[in-house]
Structure formats: C-alpha cells, structure tokens
C-alpha cells in the first residue's frame, strides 16, 4: 500500500508540469477510506466579519494516520452572485470517498449532510445574493448587525437532525441519485478554490484516489449548533 501510495503522489506531481499555467489550479488529490468519518461536532459559529463573507462549514479530512478536523471559516466570495458547495465524503465501492467543495453560482450536492449554518443538507439557507450585495439570514448565522446592515429573518425547518458526516454505505445518509446528477451540471459551472480555499482543504479534496490506513478518532457527541 505504502509503495502504491508513493507512486500515486510522484504521479499527482508530475501532471501540473505538463499542463498549462491556468490550469494548474485545478489539480488536487483526493482521499479514499475504508473507515467512515466521526459525527459531526458540536462548535459555535464565529461572528461574520464583514459583508460578502460566505461560510464554508467545518469538515473531516484524513492525512496518513486519521481524520482530523477541518474548523469551518468565513471566506470572502472570490466574486459576487458566487456560493460554496461544501465538500463531503460519500461511500462508494466499500470505500469512503472525498469529494471536494467548490464556488458556483448556485449550491450544488453535497451528500445530503446537514453541516448547520444554513447549510441543512440541501441548498442553502444562511444568506442570498440580492444584486451585488448578499444578504445574511440572521435566523441561522452569527451577523453583527451594527456592522452588517444586509439582512433579514427568515426560520429555517430541518428535517435532516442528525449529525451523520457522510453519504451512502452503512448508516450514512441516503440521497436521490437525481441529485448526484444535478451536482454534475452544477459543476460545468466550476470555479477553482482560491488558495486560502486549498490550504484549509489539507491535501483532502480533488479527483485522485489515494489510499490511506484504516483508523476511527474518537467521535464527539451533542447537537449540532445552528443546524
């Protein structure tokens, strides 16, 4: 395994160097598993910043000996009418695979996981472009209204509670393929992470399989704050 897994990053570093210089971005390396991600933990939503701040939620990701966590941020959106499509690990061939989040002009699948904030697990609903402004749902996010004057309240119902981190495979969440197959169109719409994007990502995202030892972090419990 450790012999394949060299060959596959020596393989990754070698592509960027024959492509062409825009293109470069887009390479990344993706994670498979045979272990499923902890529960989501409970964390507390850190105040807005600023306006056009979107937020991309907290996630698991996996280097060589386990998951770690991945905290979620506030990013500004690298232009407007842009939104985040989180990433998420999805269970396919007995393996658990990351797939990685992106910007686009509408949230696309994100295996049905209700990371809180907005984001139940279909769409999203902590905020919307109105124009060149977004407005922030002040319901489910943590806006400083002296600071931020773009908002309104609108109650958010989640039928998705539980705080399961992957799709598919034993006791993970279950979702349409249909949606799968939206996610593709949505992505014909892609744009690359920026660089603070990538670095969060921690090597966890892209198209590459790279297999890694099988091993579980202890899981956290309680309730998922914001969901």
């Not at 570093?13 to 529960?39: C, D, E, T, W």
């Not at 609903?125 to 407005?135: L, P, Q, S, V």
């Not at 109650?155 to 279950?174: L, M, Q």
Request: net charge positive; glycine share 14%.
């Amino acid at each position: 395994m450790r012999i394949l897994k060299s060959l596959g990053f020596l393989l990754l570093a070698s592509i960027p160097l024959a492509m062409p210089g825009p293109s470069r971005a887009q390479i990344a390396i993706g994670v498979s598993v045979r272990v499923g991600p902890p529960v989501l933990p409970v964390y507390a939503q850190p105040i807005c910043p600023g306006p056009g701040y979107i937020w991309t939620p907290g996630y698991w990701a996996h280097d060589e000996d386990d998951y770690y966590w991945v905290p979620g941020t506030w990013v500004m959106a690298p232009e407007p009418g842009l939104l985040w499509t989180p990433g998420y690990w999805g269970f396919s061939d007995d393996l658990y695979v990351w797939h990685g989040g992106y910007w686009g002009p509408h949230v696309g699948f994100y295996g049905g996981i209700n990371y809180g904030y907005g984001y139940t697990g279909v769409g999203f609903w902590g905020g919307e472009w109105r124009g060149r402004e977004f407005m922030y749902n002040r319901a489910v996010t943590n806006v400083n209204v002296t600071v931020i004057h773009n908002y309104y309240n609108r109650t958010v119902v989640v039928n998705n509670v539980n705080r399961v981190s992957y799709n598919g495979g034993p006791r993970g969440i279950s979702s349409a393929r249909k949606r799968a197959r939206k996610d593709c169109r949505a992505r014909a719409s892609l744009r690359s992470q920026t660089r603070a994007d990538r670095a969060r990502t921690c090597s966890a995202v892209g198209s590459f399989a790279v297999g890694v030892r099988e091993s579980r972090p202890a899981s956290s419990g309680g309730q998922l704050a914001g969901g």
